[in-house]
């Protein structure tokens, strides 16, 4: 089902949904996720979570992320959503440091409870078969409780096929940088393949990452969120070893106009789309020059007309700022 060293969009709420999924599927990225949806939200049949599960055949090789806490409840979750939807697998959400989530048991939490981490695992593997189960797991809860070998080793044994660590423990959140030490030590310590996750920002980094952790693949999350083209130019960087050049700015713009259109057809309300899109359009600004003004700029589009004006400006100031400069003499 999965190539040979996949890449892996990483699951993100409020960003990962089927429009995203897709742009990054048509740059190179072999395996998408959804957002963590949770077990009770399924089984209530909450309508807001249907619309977390909406995908479309091209996204497979697609997995459905669930979180919860009750082993039981997880299992009928997992069932209910393979009939439903019939996802290619279901990934279980070991690390999510939310504390919505963490005070209910849920995501991070089990990496203090391996017996109740392992009577979730075990339940869903049983509930989902033959569909595969993956699962997604942070280094550990603290620096003092580094635990990722341990976890693994214990998901292994329930039958759970490839795991993806990100290399922070909870009390980190997203700051400090990803620890690829403990990644590589539990690429090590396992028979299943393990997917490296956590600051992944180029073709450059992923070489890096490859080169120094026996991974069985990648998974890249915030650096798309920049730069969706961030999966193809890795995947040439793995093929060639050639790092591939940035795209244009004429892209990126060409980019988040299509974006937004698909979001509106998505949505089908054009002003709620553009509001939800201020903040994922500030994301593609990043690296950008002038930069902080473009931001501002953005963060006030209320229509795909207000932004293709911005675009326009800026490729023009853009042109304007590389003609080479007339000295009269
Ligand atoms: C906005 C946002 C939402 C996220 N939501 C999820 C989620 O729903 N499930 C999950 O397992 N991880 C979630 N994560 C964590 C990412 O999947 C990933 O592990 C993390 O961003 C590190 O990878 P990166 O450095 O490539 O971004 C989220 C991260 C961000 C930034």
Redesign the pocket.
């Known amino acids: 089902m999965f190539p040979d060293f996949p890449l892996f969009l990483?699951?993100?709420?409020?960003?990962t949904n089927t429009v995203f999924r897709r742009i990054c599927k048509a740059r190179g990225a072999d395996v998408l996720t959804t957002?963590?949806v949770s077990a009770e939200g399924i089984l209530h049949r909450n309508a807001r979570t249907k619309h977390y599960l909406e995908f479309l055949e091209e996204e497979r090789p697609l997995g459905v992320?669930l979180f919860g806490a009750d082993p039981k409840h997880l299992a009928e979750a997992a069932r209910a959503v393979i009939d439903w939807v019939e996802p290619d697998f279901i990934d279980l959400?070991f690390?999510?440091p939310v504390n919505k989530v963490v005070c209910r048991n849920g995501g991070c939490a089990l990496l203090r409870d391996l017996p109740l981490l392992a009577r979730i695992a075990h339940a869903v593997v049983t509930a989902a078969r033959p569909v595969p189960v993956t699962a997604?797991i942070r280094i550990g809860w603290d620096h003092r409780s580094i635990n990722a070998v341990q976890v693994v080793k214990i998901l292994e044994q329930c039958g759970i096929g490839r795991i993806a660590v990100?290399g922070r423990t909870k009390e980190q959140g997203?700051s400090g940088r990803?620890n690829w030490s403990v990644i590589a030590e539990v690429a090590a310590a396992l028979g299943v393949p393990v997917i490296g996750?956590?600051?992944?920002g180029s073709a450059q980094d992923a070489l890096k990452r490859k080169s120094e952790a026996n991974v069985g693949g990648l998974?890249?999350?915030?650096?798309a969120m920049a730069s969706p083209w961030i999966f193809s130019e890795i995947r040439t960087a793995l093929l060639t070893g050639i790092l591939p050049t940035a795209p244009t700015r004429e892209q990126k713009w060409r980019l988040m106009r299509d974006h937004c259109s698909q979001e509106i057809i998505w949505r089908r309300d054009e002003r709620f789309a553009m509001k939800a899109m201020r903040s994922r359009l500030m994301a593609y600004t990043r690296g950008m020059p002038g930069a902080p003004r473009l931001r501002h700029r953005l963060a006030q589009v209320g229509s795909l007309a207000e932004l293709e004006d911005v675009a326009a400006s800026e490729l023009a100031l853009d042109e304007i700022c590389l003609q080479p400069a007339t000295i009269n003499n």
Do not use: L, S, T, W
């Open positions: 990483a699951p993100m709420a409020g960003v957002e963590f992320q959400n690390g999510c997604k990100h997203y990803a996750n956590g600051d992944i998974m890249i999350g915030r650096a």
